[in-house]
């Protein structure tokens, strides 16, 4: 069972004979759940992949929830889609250039973990979990996108050449040798502003319930 669905857990109290709460819900979104230690963990793990200290004010554990309500949101489209999540291997790579490049030392990769208070299982999960966001966004949005040669000369015209001139000395180079480029950027920004649209519109149809005592 994915970790989103976890509900309330109870452990049986020796003190006063009563149940001791362990992990509690912070949003409901229709029938399903995201726990307080899904947000806690979201962070750690974020903050382990980009290097940065944990951080888990109020605001930023609200942050997080959003991001875990967006994630889940996609993650029914697939279910609904019946869309095909990669292969676990397929995040062996991924996580080798990452070490290699974070970690390179013997047992420092091991150390970080421990010090941010995640494990191995936690970074492949989360790993494989936005490579299968990627893909089914790409999946689900490309083939949508169409553009027009004005739209790709515009950008050359106004944002490449602008870019290119305050970093270079020379003459930037003709359309027709970076419109493969350009044309990725634009394909790129019109798939990030149709997911953002979906998911403005997937949103308001969810009931979505915060929890608000989760995030004091």
């Known amino acids: 069972m994915s970790k989103f669905f976890y509900i309330w ?3 049986a109290g020796a003190m006063a004979g009563t149940a001791e709460i362990i992990d509690r819900i912070a949003v409901v979104v229709d029938k399903m759940v995201i726990t ?5 963990n979201h962070l750690r793990i974020a903050s382990f992949l980009n290097g940065e200290p944990v951080s888990l004010t109020n605001e930023e554990r609200r942050e ?11 993650r029914r489209e697939m279910e609904i889609s019946r869309y095909p999540a990669p292969a676990p291997a397929d995040v062996d790579p991924v996580l080798g250039e990452f070490r290699a490049r974070r970690y390179p030392e013997e047992g420092s990769y091991k150390r970080a973990l421990a010090e941010y208070g995640v494990s191995d299982a936690d970074v492949r999960e989360s790993l494989l979990l936005q490579l299968t966001l990627l ?24 944002e490449f050449n602008t ?3 305050s970093r270079n000395t020379t003459p930037p180079p003709p359309l ?12 790129e920004a019109h798939v990030d502003e149709a997911l953002d ?5 997937t949103t308001a149809l969810a009931r979505i319930r915060y929890i608000e005592e989760a995030f004091q």
């Open 9 to 11: 857990l109870f452990l």
């Open 36 to 40: 307080e230690s899904d947000v806690v």
């Open 64 to 74: 997080a929830a959003n991001r875990l309500v967006e994630q889940l949101l996609v």
């Open 135 to 158: 893909r089914f966004i790409q999946f689900r949005f490309r083939p949508g996108v169409a553009l027009d040669d004005s739209e790709v000369e515009a950008y050359y015209r106004n």
């Open 163 to 165: 870019e290119w001139s």
């Open 176 to 187: 027709d040798d970076v419109r493969d480029e350009i044309e990725e950027i634009l394909i």
């Open 197 to 201: 649209n979906w998911l403005e519109e």
